[in-house]
Structures are given as C-alpha cells and as structure tokens.
C-alpha cells in the first residue's frame, strides 16, 4: 500500500485474497435508542450484540429505574428487556444515573405514551 504524496489518494496493490472470520460488533449509537424503544413494548425484547459501552449502562440503569426488567440473555451480547411494570422514576434519581448525559431526553416520548404523563 501507497500514498502518493496526497491525503486525497491511496494505492493498495492486492491481489491476495482475503479470508477469515470476523466479529461484528453492535452499532453503538443504535442500541441505546433500541433500548428505550423497548418501552413501548407490552412483552418483553430481546437485543443482540450489544456492545458494553457507556450509554448501554446508561441507559440500562434509567430503564430499571422506570421499573424495566433488564437482564442478560442466553448468548453473550444479547440483552432481554422487560417492559410490564413500567412507572416513573424519581428526577433526583434520574439525575444521578446519567449524569451529564443526554440519554434521559430519549425517554420523554416513550415514558408519555405508557403513563400518560
């Protein structure tokens, strides 16, 4: 592989298959708002390959907090949530958990269709 004396072009001289196996991880901005749509579930949802970031914790923490079962599935990465008891949380609690993070914002829609409030 080559540069030629530019950012604006790159020369790769191949000509070697490739084989192999590779794991493809979740997509991170996807699964949190995956997350919250589960909400609006009447049964539980199960997600895979969900990958152990920051805004998955995030957003696992606010659901349990709302009353959502959140627990492991059977293969590593899955996630199963259950949305049956959902209820409001406590803002000061709200704030604790997330901190400086946006995700709460994400609950508005969902946490208005099922309470009502």
Known sequence: MTVNGSDDVLLV???????GEIRVRGAKNLVPKAMVAALLGSEPSRLRNVPDIRDV??????LQLHGVTVRPGEEPGELVLDPTYVESANVADIDAHAGSSRIPILFCGPLLHRLGH
């Open 57 to 62: 914790r995030v957003v696992r923490g606010l």
């Open 13 to 19: 001289h191949g000509g070697t298959p490739l084989e």
